[in-house]
């Protein structure tokens, strides 16, 4: 099996102050290319540090993608961490400079001498073209590993890897083919109580069955290679059993994504009345292209009983409804105590339900999301044609209408 890794550099990555979006991307490309990442690790802008890891992987992955630290300033140290870890020195592309010259002239701009910079590479390393910025990347040989050094920022990042790194390796090694996956996204029902009924299957050979908890929501993936394709769906039906009715879409994609479809497919508007959530439900839905009518935000304090906000939120969905001229209406209420209620007015009735969110380790952002996963739930369902109103193990129901 190709042993493939990431080095990401940068002291702003090692310390958490950005988040490492390349490595994110980088898996999930070189996964649909056959080249799976093994692992990946992160070091700051330290000379021996760098050094010391581009030793010590070269010994034990077959490929290495070094991320960032080839800008123009003095703590971008990857050049020199490659050139010292293989014992050369560094040398001015002057093709390079041309390139850079070239570059800062297309927009006006002489280029600055720091640019120079960039343009250093390690003594007989290959150079790889960057048609969107002024650093260069390049790849080096070192022990059983091909290392492959690129510009941090995103944009040039992307290029660089689909444009130069990836032919490469395919070119290398022609026989490696994209793994099958299998996913389905759950929401609703516990990882643990999942895995229960999951972790008792037997696995075709080199297939897995993996977890992705992202709360409020549970990712299913049945990963192996495309050989054992039959075998593996057969696996995935008995996923969809064990999920039912929690499952709320497969594939890739999102809740709002799979609703948006479901209502245009059916000419269907819907109007929002939102409390608790702020506003979430609706961007949620409009940046998926829900067709939307009306909506309106309401503050988020209510005093009112639990009984009374549900009989309030029923009315209040209807109301919406009839007022915007659309089929649905989906209220959600505000947080009185510890509970909560969501209506949703349909064609063929309004339903609503009061719960009890009472897990204080979660903060309101956290809060807010899982509540508007409850009320896009509920529309799921009823577009499913079941019960709107479904039961949720670890959010207690008071009321259900």
């Known amino acids: 099996m190709l042993r493939v890794e990431m080095l990401s550099t940068g ?9 490492d979006s390349n ?3 980088l898996a999930s490309y070189l996964f649909g290319e056959g080249l799976p990442m093994t692992s990946r690790e992160t070091v700051g802008d330290s000379l021996e540090e760098l050094v010391s890891v581009i030793k010590e992987r070269s010994q034990i992955a077959d490929v290495l993608i070094v991320n960032g630290g080839l800008g123009p300033t003095s703590d971008d140290l990857s050049a020199l961490a490659a050139a010292t870890a293989c014992g050369v020195s560094l040398v001015e592309d002057a093709n390079w400079i041309r390139t850079m010259e070239d570059f800062f002239a297309e927009r006006g701009r002489p280029m600055a001498e720091s640019n120079r910079k960039q343009a250093q590479i390690p003594e007989g390393a290959e150079v ?4 969107v910025g002024t650093a260069c990347g390049f790849s080096i040989i070192l022990n059983r590993c091909q290392i492959f050094f ?6 040039e990042f992307k290029v660089m890897v689909e444009q130069q790194i990836v032919p490469r390796l395919h070119k290398k090694f022609p026989s490696l083919e994209a793994p099958l996956c299998l996913r389905l996204t759950t929401f609703g029902r516990g990882e643990s109580d999942l895995a229960t009924d999951l972790d008792a299957m037997v696995l075709p050979d080199g297939v897995t069955m993996g977890y992705r908890s992202s709360s409020p929501i549970i990712e299913l993936k049945v990963t192996g ?19 039912g009715e929690s499952t709320i879409f497969e594939g890739f994609g999102s809740l709002p994504d799979r609703l948006a479809e479901r209502l245009l497919a059916q ?7 939102e409390s608790f959530t702020g506003g979430l439900l609706n961007w949620r839905l409009q940046s998926a292209g829900v067709p939307l009518a009306d909506g309106e935000l309401l503050p988020r304090s209510d005093d009112a009983s639990p009984e009374k906000s549900l009989e309030h939120l029923l009315a209040r ?12 209406a989906l209220a959600v209420g505000a947080l009185s105590g510890d509970q909560l209620s969501l209506a949703l007015h349909t064609p063929s009735g309004t339903y609503g339900l009061t719960i009890r969110y009472s897990a204080t380790r979660h903060g309101l952002a956290l809060r807010q999301e899982t509540i508007a996963m409850v009320g ?8 499913n044609g079941w019960e709107p109103v479904a039961d949720y193990p670890w959010l207690e129901r008071i009321a259900k209408a």
């Open 11 to 19: 002291e702003e990555v090692l310390h958490g102050q950005i988040v």
């Open 23 to 25: 490595a994110a991307w």
């Open 128 to 131: 790889l073209d960057n048609p």
């Open 150 to 155: 690129t510009p941090g920022v995103p944009s």
């Open 225 to 243: 290679p495309r050989s054992q394709e039959v075998a593996m769906r057969k696996v995935f039906e008995r996923v969809r059993e064990v999920a």
């Open 267 to 273: 000419n269907l508007h819907l109007a929002i009345s």
């Open 317 to 328: 969905a209807q109301t919406l409804a009839d007022t915007s001229g659309t089929q649905l």
């Open 376 to 383: 896009m739930d509920m529309l799921r369902r009823y577009l």
